[in-house]
């Protein structure tokens, strides 16, 4: 098989996953040092063959290239062509902003300020296959709805041409990928006078222009399997990287949330989506996902993105969608406000689910930040790895090892078939705009055990109301 013919599957994203997370930083901490052992660790791994090795070891110096670029300590190389100090080895990345730059009068929004937002974006290019562009709509077939969100509707279609894909140092060229599938995003009242619209863009290119962490944007058109512990880890680092820069998402949730077909995950969508007339007193987002000082009129944090994230953490390690029974009502909202959370089920390990209390509790400064959250749970995958590979030494003992794996797995065997299977039909799962009275004279807490136990026993009438949360739910209604 030749090594062009091999693509991402679950052995070799199996393999990828335990040559990183049981690296110790602490030992290899430059980047440099972290490549050397990554290649020396698949290079000696015997379950590859040597195409499968070569296929990982360019995926890695990929990855490494756009590291390379991004250090800028990094020792720089004099680029042959060029004659500029280049930093990846692979390509030029002065050579492929200068191959943009020529081709800037090929090509227009007819918007001048569009042109120039996505011209300053290219010279800010890091690789070859992370550039963004405009394309013209006639490029795209087979246009079909997947679904829609709170303030735009996602289509699949065929890009005829594809995405510039690598470099030609020969030719000083970029080259296409050819013809594959992308996901197409039309936000709802934009137009070609309004580019608030591409503030979405242009914020995940200027947070991120490497695309390791944020959702990955090929460019701007006009109509006419991991397991859960690396999902959390990523998404953490993600939103370390956003969180990091001042910025807070405000509208993180599982819809926003995306996998690419190398099983990468990525956070999309940063909150600037919602709708331009959002009346005042009002919240836009996905409600069990709102932090409660948000529900009680208080400003988005960074620390109203880790209570997401803690919801979010929930999601992933039981499959279930969040309050999934319950209306997104002002009754609901009281009860996040009152410290009441989804059920933590007794299956769910013990030091994620300290972790996933943490991110939600009611008092912001009590809930780590999205760094924290990336260390401890790097520790938890290193700590897993660690685990069966002690197991699978000891081979006089594998009952115990599986019954191990079965019991961390149990919850998702015995509920995730079912749930997933109806998720589609579960309502109040995308972000809106809700127009609560924000006058709220309780503060945000915890719940106590008891008062947990009372919320999941599923009988709403139990729920302690107080006469002035039932007015304001009246005056809501009569809104």
């Known amino acids: 098989m030749a090594t ?3 693509v991402w599957n679950k052995k070799l994203s199996e393999v990828w996953n335990k040559v990183y997370f049981t690296m110790d930083s602490n030992i290899h901490k430059t980047v440099i040092e972290k490549e050397e052992y990554l290649k020396t660790k698949i290079q000696n791994d015997s379950s590859l063959t040597e195409n499968e090795k070569s296929f990982l070891l360019n995926e890695l110096w990929k990855k490494y290239d756009i590291f390379r670029i991004a250090n800028n300590a990094m020792e720089k190389k004099l680029c042959d062509n ?3 100090w280049r930093q990846a080895i692979k390509y030029c990345e002065i050579c492929i902003r200068k191959y943009l730059k020529n081709n800037f009068g090929n090509w227009t929004s007819e918007n001048d300020e569009i042109d120039k937002l996505i011209q300053e974006c290219q010279q800010k290019t890091v690789a070859p296959f992370h550039v963004i562009e405009w394309i013209n709509f006639d490029q795209f077939e087979n246009i079909e709805y997947l679904t829609a969100g709170g303030c735009a509707s996602i289509y699949t279609a ?5 995405c510039y894909h690598k470099w030609n140092s020969e030719n000083q060229i970029l080259e296409r990928l050819g013809k594959h599938k992308v996901i197409l995003k039309r936000l709802n ?3 070609n006078d309004n580019v608030k619209w591409f503030q979405e863009v242009t914020l995940s290119f200027t947070l991120d222009n490497t695309f390791l962490y944020l959702s990955k944007y090929f460019g701007l058109t006009k109509d006419p399997i991991t397991n859960d512990y690396i999902i959390i880890y990523v998404i953490a680092i993600s939103l370390h990287q956003i969180n990091s820069q001042n910025v807070v998402h405000r509208d993180l949730h599982s819809g926003n949330i995306l996998c690419s077909h ?3 995950w990525y956070i999309s969508d940063l909150g600037l989506s919602g709708p331009v007339n959002k009346p005042l007193n009002s919240i836009y987002g996905n409600l069990p996902y709102v932090a409660p000082e948000v529900l009680c009129d208080q400003i ?3 620390k109203s993105d880790t209570y997401s994230l803690g919801i979010l953490m929930w999601e992933i390690i039981t499959g279930e969608v969040p309050y999934g029974e319950h209306e997104h009502d002002l009754y609901l909202m009281y009860a996040i406000v009152k410290g009441y959370r989804p059920k933590i089920h007794e299956e769910i390990p013990h030091e994620y689910a300290d972790l996933m209390k943490q991110c939600w509790d009611a008092d912001p400064n009590n809930r780590p930040c999205a760094f924290t959250i990336c260390e401890k749970m790097g520790l938890l995958i290193n700590s897993l790895y ?3 590979n002690k197991q699978r030494k000891l081979i006089t003992q594998p009952k115990k090892f599986k019954s191990k794996i079965k019991n961390f797995f149990k919850l998702k065997l015995t509920r995730n078939k079912d749930v997933i299977k109806n998720t589609r039909s579960i309502k109040n799962t995308k972000s809106k705009v809700y127009n609560f009275n924000m006058s709220i004279s309780i503060q945000p807490r915890n719940a106590t055990v008891e008062e947990q136990k009372i919320f999941h026993s599923k009988l709403n009438d139990e729920l ?6 039932e007015q304001l739910y009246f005056d809501n209604l009569n809104k």
Request: glycine share 4%; charged share 20%; proline share 0%.
């Open 386 to 388: 660690n685990e069966m």
């Open 300 to 302: 988005y944090t960074t």
């Open 189 to 191: 009242n934009s137009n």
């Open 4 to 6: 062009q013919e091999i």
């Open 158 to 162: 065929m890009w005829k041409d594809g």
């Open 464 to 469: 302690i109301i107080s006469d002035e949360m």
């Open 262 to 264: 190398t099983l990468q």
């Open 82 to 84: 060029c004659q500029s």
